[in-house]
């Protein structure tokens, strides 16, 4: 076949999921090309609750393999399928769930808090969910106040300094890739950039988010960015800055460190994986036990509870 234009490489897309009944998710770590051809973008919690609520009854998830997993757990009823069946977060398989239940029993008193960022496995062991989102203010309105949290340890640490009133113990680890940035890139930019905000992801290390001007979840840094009146310095992966840039050429947003904040996982789905995925020929449909659904749906569930409540008291 020969080399098409990525122009029409989308239109052919587009016509594939129109004759698939097919929506395309692509989260947010994919390069614009991909968000271009996609019906939802967003985190990973983001895709799970939009898959439970597309009218389509097939959903081809751009990202990696937890995602399409939680969506599969969110949406029993659709179809999931993972772009490329090689796409895994590392993070996720630096925890065992035979840890986690040993944990358990030697701390029952101990509520186990996870990140939407980790497998069925780890979930289906947990007490509640957290997305980077509403980290924060999940852990603060629990009632218990001895927790674990896993598996992303940079997130922990910005948790636990957020909220000292609760006991926190952090799994160690996190996202290799945004935690190979380091203080010095942050000292390198403000050289380089002086004056010029600096969004870091509340994922990245504490030696780096203590140096920021604003921390979040990638949606955060995005909302900041597009309400940014000028540059921003974006430490993320460089999907977003990417995707910055050509959504608003005018604001010259800069990336920190782009040799290290490069997800390969991500890189993995191409607009040409995409379309030989929704003809069935890359990709893998994603198939979950029901009785790990139904164990790994629970900690969700008590996340949606629990922000439910948070929102009907402030209205």
């Not at 160690?172 to 942050?186: A, K, Q, Y």
């Amino acid at each position: 076949m020969p080399i098409r234009e990525p122009i029409v490489l989308k239109e052919d897309i587009k016509q594939l999921k129109r004759e698939t009944d097919t929506a395309v998710f692509a989260h947010n770590y994919m390069d614009p090309d991909i968000v271009e051809i996609a019906d939802v973008c967003g985190d990973g919690f983001d895709l799970a609750m939009a898959a439970a609520n597309a009218p389509q009854k097939n959903i081809l998830i751009c990202g990696v393999r937890y995602i399409a997993e939680t969506a599969a757990v969110m949406a029993p009823d659709k179809n999931i399928r993972l772009s490329h069946s090689q796409a895994g977060c590392p993070m996720t398989g630096r925890v065992s769930a035979a840890r986690v239940e040993m944990f358990r029993e030697q701390n029952p008193d101990v509520c186990i808090v996870v990140s939407i960022n980790s497998s069925l496995q780890i979930k289906a062991n947990a007490d509640i969910c957290v997305t980077p989102t509403n980290a924060v203010s999940v852990i603060r309105a629990l009632s218990r106040d001895k927790i674990l949290f896993l598996p992303d340890g940079s997130l922990g640490e910005y948790i636990a300094k957020m909220v000292p009133e609760k006991q926190i113990e952090v799994w160690p680890g996190g996202c290799p890739v945004l935690r190979s940035v380091e203080r010095s890139d942050i000292e390198l930019a403000r050289r380089k950039w002086p004056n010029v905000p600096v969004a870091v992801s509340s994922r990245c290390r504490s030696e780096v988010t203590e140096l920021a001007d604003m921390i979040g979840s990638t949606n955060e840094i995005i909302s900041f960015c597009e309400d940014s009146a000028h540059e921003v310095i974006i430490c993320d992966e460089m999907a977003i800055h990417a995707r910055m840039n050509e959504k608003y050429p005018e604001k010259f947003f800069k990336q920190l460190a782009p040799s290290k904040l490069i997800c390969n996982s991500m890189r993995l789905t191409t607009l040409e994986i995409v379309e030989r995925a929704l003809k069935q020929e890359a990709g893998e449909q994603i198939l979950v036990p029901f009785d790990l659904a139904d164990a790994a749906r629970e900690p969700i569930d008590a996340m949606i509870k629990l922000m439910s409540v948070k929102k009907r008291k402030r209205t």
